[in-house]
């Protein structure tokens, strides 16, 4: 067990106030993205990096690793090249990727319900719609997309509900 997982495990502890349970040399922890206090997400020594591995929502590694004042890049045992660094800059995580098309989607589930209690569109409103639009076209972004990262994040009911109401409490 590395001197790294050990401090990692323990940023983790005291960002979420919850004590790890080792298991051999594989450490579980409460997730420090979500208000939880399942150990759902183990780190253990790789051959090169910690792995993180969130079993319960597939949280990116990077994620947790910044909530707890933590980079990428310290996930490492050797230091990554400036390439390397870049490259792992550049790519979205699948999150990122589900957390914009989320949000284009609310966006446009909202349009009928404002159609029809007579809101007139702003430029900056239409230029917001069509980026949005094109969001969940280029990622295939659908309603089971939305429906799936509901069910797989937790998003509360009532909310869900409200959006397919077209934004109408009842």
Not at 90 to 112: G, M, N, V, W
Not at 119 to 139: H, M
């Amino acid at each position: 067990m590395t001197n790294k997982l050990r401090r990692f495990v323990s940023a983790i502890e005291s960002f979420t106030g919850i004590s790890a349970k080792w298991s051999g040399k594989k450490a579980r922890v409460a997730n420090p993205l979500h208000d939880t206090k399942d150990r759902n997400v183990q780190i253990s020594d790789g051959e090169n990096r910690l792995i993180v591995t969130d079993y319960a929502r597939n949280s990116d590694p990077k994620d947790i690793a910044e909530k707890v004042g933590w980079r990428l890049t310290d996930l490492f045992y050797v230091s990554l090249t400036p390439q390397q660094f870049n490259n792992h800059q550049l790519k979205k995580s699948q999150r990122q990727t589900e957390d914009e098309c989320a949000h284009a989607f609310h966006l446009l589930e909202q349009i009928p319900a404002m159609k029809a209690s007579g809101s007139v569109f702003s430029d900056e409103d239409k230029t917001s719609i069509i980026k949005a639009r094109n969001v969940l076209v280029e990622n295939n972004f659908t309603d089971d997309d939305y429906q799936r990262i509901g069910r797989e994040r937790e998003i509360d009911v009532k909310y869900l509900d409200f959006i397919q109401r077209g934004g109408k409490y009842e």
